[in-house]
């Protein structure tokens, strides 16, 4: 077998994905950011994040995963391989494609498999041993999940001499080289690293699948978003084509045995089922809670989206992953103590789905002394939202109706949803209308102005309601938003029966702000945490590539909503 040198620097462990638009690290780190950090704690971080090496990389089916992993680095490894792995299923993964002609013709002899580069986690989680050369990172990564290793040769990894605890030793010293933040230009320490490698993590993962069959085509997005989604969606080294036909798009994620992500308002049910019958998967995207600073009507691109393998967290007729997520999370004391700072940070800086608090003090009416205020939030009358929402709600005008009648001694303030107000969605109350329910329309401030000053707020599936419940608001729903039936609102509607149990307000929020979403960081278009973008927002460091359209929108919006209002006019 060829010797390895005995290098006495480490490579670094933990590292970035290969994400598009990644931008190379300065070039001098300071050494161990985080290396007084306990050894122990770090590899019980890693264990359960799973993340260190090329963790991005596609995992072997758990059909072929083997008691003995094998590394070769060169065919004078053979002899090796047939003595020592031949009582037990082997599994030999290629480092490089120099050997696949000797692997090749040991998985003919219906000795062994073999893969090239993958997920080593997925390789060496259930195995019961490792081979590999002491230049193999995977050493590290099998000491930190407690996995024996036989070492071939020496390198910085280990040695054939060393004892497993010193081969832990050199393991807790590759983690030792700090992870560059992207978002800071800073360092991190080792958990804060790991943990952003876990976001990273869960979001390759997702784009994958629960049945290996990972995102590979896009369609129903609008030109303005395409950038971002794909962004949203991208998986490393594996390309993700823009499509602008939707039939084109399922013909190559039929070609790739895929799945095929879809913006479900701008395709039609047939065309889905279409898919599905085609063994097609079927992946969701919506916009997230924190969407952007600006209306998506503006043509803003989202800086948070959904991706939904199941359904979508507006439609209560089906199943979805939000629902799934708060039926059955058990979330623990870290996660929700994360919500609750998370919370927090929105709250203090005034964050709702498309702004945050700027600027003087709006312009609100002062309410009556003793009377209880209560805000009806207005909604697009055609978004899949309110039309999912059930129940015996079918305009905005309704909805106001029903809230006086429920409502009767309260001071009520209506508020009309800002695409529609702009002009570019269906939904608008005649003011002379809104007041014979309503005792002020309000216009000025944003949603976060509004839910500090009022008591309760009555929605039919507005995100309102949700950012009220934040605010410690009482929530009266008239349909049945995603945040309705677990114990925090007053349903009007039926309950969903798979709903089924009670949840605090932490775990609502970890769910739908952290666990559920995914976000991108306007600065640095790569995927985040959501702490990164509710920072961003509330310094407003968020800056819309496309700015020239806004002013364009505008323009049109306001033409549309004369246009709707002139048949009015003439008829009276």
């Not at 690290?25 to 090496?53: I, K, N, Q, T, W």
Request: glycine fraction near 6%; include cysteine; proline fraction near 8%.
């Amino acid at each position: 077998m060829g010797q390895a040198s005995v290098s006495t620097v480490i490579p670094a462990l933990l590292r970035a994905p290969p994400f598009k638009g990644l931008v190379e690290p300065p070039a001098h780190s300071p050494r161990a950011a985080h290396e007084a950090e306990d050894c122990a704690g770090l590899f019980e971080a890693l264990r359960e994040a799973r993340v260190g090496g090329r963790f991005w990389a596609k995992p072997v089916p758990a059909d072929v995963l083997a008691e003995v992993i094998v590394r070769p680095r060169a065919a004078t490894d053979r002899e090796y391989l047939h003595n020592k792995a031949a009582h037990k299923r082997s599994l030999l993964i290629a480092r490089d494609d120099t050997l696949n002609g000797e692997l090749e013709r040991l998985a003919i002899e219906g000795r062994t498999e073999w893969y090239m580069d993958c997920d080593p986690w997925s390789v060496l989680e259930p195995a019961s041993e490792l081979i590999a050369h002491g230049d193999d990172e995977w050493i590290a990564i099998a000491c930190i999940l407690g996995v024996p290793v036989h070492v071939l040769s020496a390198g910085p990894f280990g040695s054939p001499e060393e004892t497993p605890s010193q081969l832990c030793r050199r393991a807790m010293n590759a983690l030792m080289q700090p992870l560059h933040d992207p978002f800071e230009d800073a360092w991190l320490t080792g958990k804060s690293a790991i943990a952003l490698l876990a976001e990273w993590r869960r979001t390759i993962d997702g784009n994958r699948g629960s049945k290996s069959k990972p995102i590979v085509a896009a369609c129903g997005m609008a030109w303005w978003k395409r950038d971002e989604i794909a962004r949203f969606l991208q998986v490393p080294d594996q390309p993700m084509p823009k499509f602008a036909r939707a039939d084109a798009a399922l013909a190559h994620a039929r070609k790739m045995q895929g799945a095929l992500a879809v913006w479900p308002s701008r395709v039609s049910p047939e065309f889905i089922a279409e898919a599905q019958s085609q063994g097609v998967p079927v992946v969701k995207i919506e916009d997230g809670f924190v969407r952007s600073v600006g209306l998506g009507s503006n043509l803003i691109p989202p800086s948070s989206v959904v991706v939904d393998w199941q359904g979508i967290y507006y439609d209560p007729s089906a199943p979805s992953d939000l629902e799934t997520i708060l039926r059955e999370s058990d979330f623990g004391p870290e996660l929700l103590a994360r919500a609750r700072r998370l919370a927090d940070a929105i709250l203090a800086a005034g964050i709702s789905k498309y702004t945050a608090t700027k600027g003087a003090e709006p312009s609100l009416p002062k309410p009556a002394k003793g009377r209880r205020v209560v805000l009806v939030a207005g909604q697009v009358e055609d978004d899949m939202s309110f039309l999912a929402g059930g129940h015996n709600i079918t305009s905005n005008l309704a909805l106001l109706k029903q809230a006086r009648a429920l409502e009767p001694e309260a001071e009520i303030w209506w508020r009309p949803h800002p695409d529609v107000d702009a002009g570019h969605r269906i939904g608008a109350i005649d003011d002379d209308a809104a007041t014979e329910f309503a005792d002020h329309i309000v216009r000025d401030g944003s949603m976060a102005q509004l839910l500090d000053r009022v008591d309760a707020v009555h929605v039919h599936t507005s995100l309102t309601g949700f950012e009220a419940l934040l605010r410690g608001c009482e929530v009266t729903c008239h349909g049945t938003p995603f945040y309705a039936g677990w114990g925090l609102t007053r349903d009007l509607a039926p309950a969903s029966k798979r709903r089924g149990r009670e949840i605090a307000l932490e775990e609502l929020i970890a769910g739908v702000l952290i666990t559920y979403p995914r976000y991108l960081d306007p600065e640095t278009r790569l995927p985040c945490p959501p702490e990164v973008l509710v920072k961003r927002i509330a310094q407003d460091q968020v800056k819309n590539r496309q700015g020239w359209i806004a002013p364009l929108r505008r323009l049109q919006g306001r033409m549309m909503a004369k246009l709707r209002r002139l048949p009015v006019r003439m008829s009276s």
